[in-house]
């Protein structure tokens, strides 16, 4: 049996130059009956481990550093024992959030999780963050592409630490080369594909 996806919607605040603004976050569970990797952790802990339902995690994994990606790690760590994961690039932005705690591992590009048989590849992905992570599972044709990559275009760039040519380099170095018919999980609202999105990568 492979590895089936579970989404989790979160609401809560995400917080730009001293403004906060309300959102809808999409948190990715992928595994089994018995071990789930996490994918993002925002605004609150207790839905996310609700979805756990008491399943060992084998990690928490950070697809980057804005705050309504990462309000919840820290407790969702000390919930249910298990390490995050972050790219060091985006560590600035973790320690605004959370400056008296660390990840526990840092991401690189091509560092490989495995869960329920089914292994994710860590694409570095930056330009709405300089650490901006997107994870391919090929086994299952999908891409989770945090803010990378959204349905209509590229995640946004008006923020710290972001640049829109580097995105668009990041997306057409790194996702467009993937299957038309790989499925984009993003990090808010809708899925999409990667066919659908070529026509908006400009």
Request: with cysteine; glycine share 10%.
């Amino acid at each position: 049996m492979s590895a089936r996806i579970e989404k989790v919607v979160i609401s809560g605040v995400f917080s730009l130059d001293g403004q906060d603004f309300d959102v809808d976050n999409n948190v990715w569970l992928v595994g089994d009956d018995d071990e789930v990797l996490v994918i993002d952790a925002p605004h609150d802990a207790a839905p996310i481990v609700e979805a756990i339902a008491g399943r060992r995690v084998q990690a928490i994994v950070l697809t980057h550093g804005h705050n309504d990606h990462l309000t919840a790690a820290v407790a969702l760590r000390d919930a249910v024992d298990a390490p995050i994961s972050l790219h060091p690039a985006d560590r600035m932005l973790w320690d605004v959030v959370h400056p008296d705690s660390s990840p526990d591992a840092d991401i690189a590009d091509g560092t490989r999780f495995t869960v329920a048989g089914t292994t994710l590849q860590a694409l570095h992905t930056p330009g709405h963050s300089p650490g901006s992570t997107c994870l391919y599972a090929p086994d299952l044709a999908v891409v989770f592409s945090g803010d990378t990559l959204f349905h209509g275009g590229p995640g946004a760039t008006g923020r710290s630490y972001s640049d829109k040519p580097t995105i668009l380099t990041s997306i057409t170095g790194r996702l467009m080369s993937l299957p038309a018919d790989t499925v984009v999980h993003t990090g808010h609202g809708e899925d999409t594909t990667i066919g659908a999105e070529i026509g908006h990568i400009a």
